[in-house]
């Protein structure tokens, strides 16, 4: 059996339980039969993009949920297991360990006169740089916006934009990019 229809089993299984529902309700809301749905759920099935859409959505939940890794109750995510990526002088390290539809977060370390070029994002994508310590100026379009620790600053993440830390000391922030959904 492989990974991916082993989460989906065990996802299907979580969520329906959650909501208290059988497995012909939700067959019957995504509009398959009841015979696939017990499919789905015994981690076996390969099935269609189309009945994959059809099952989130009588969840409510997204395909990538579905998918993903079954949650634990908790756990630690140790540093060392993160990605990091540089970014000009700036070293980029995503905070979370799975991936989040429609969002993602990731810690800025900027050396002191550090910058870095974002990389816009689709159309109607939020961002925003929470500043932790130090100062980071964010531009925006040509427009410069300047955060010191416990600032946020909000704006369009399909524009041009560019971090910099304008101090002498080094300086964290943590971006946060909701992206838009399709």
């Known amino acids: 059996m492989d990974e991916p229809a ?15 529902v ?6 019957r809301a995504a509009g398959i039969p009841r015979a696939t749905w017990s499919n789905l759920e015994s981690g076996g099935a390969n099935p269609t993009l189309g009945v994959l859409a059809a099952a989130a959505s009588a969840l ?28 000009g002088n700036a070293m980029v390290r995503r905070i979370l360990g799975e991936t989040l539809p429609g969002a993602d977060v990731e810690r800025i370390e ?16 939020r961002e925003f740089l929470a500043c ?21 600053v909000s704006f369009r993440g399909d524009m041009r934009h560019a971090y910099h830390n304008p101090g002498a000391e080094p300086a964290v922030g943590y971006a946060i990019v909701l992206l838009t959904s399709p």
């Open 6 to 20: 082993r989460n989906l089993g065990r996802n299907l299984r979580q969520l329906r339980s959650a909501r208290g």
């Open 22 to 27: 059988s497995q012909g309700q939700l067959a």
């Open 60 to 87: 409510g939940v997204s395909v990538e949920e579905l998918l993903a890794p079954p949650h634990t109750e908790g756990r630690v995510l140790k540093r060392d297991s993160l990605p990091v990526r540089r970014a």
């Open 110 to 125: 900027l050396p002191p006169h550090g910058r870095f070029v974002g990389i816009p994002h689709t159309a109607g994508t």
């Open 132 to 152: 932790e310590s130090g100062c980071i100026e964010v531009t925006v379009a040509g427009e410069a916006h300047l955060a010191e620790a416990g600032d946020v």
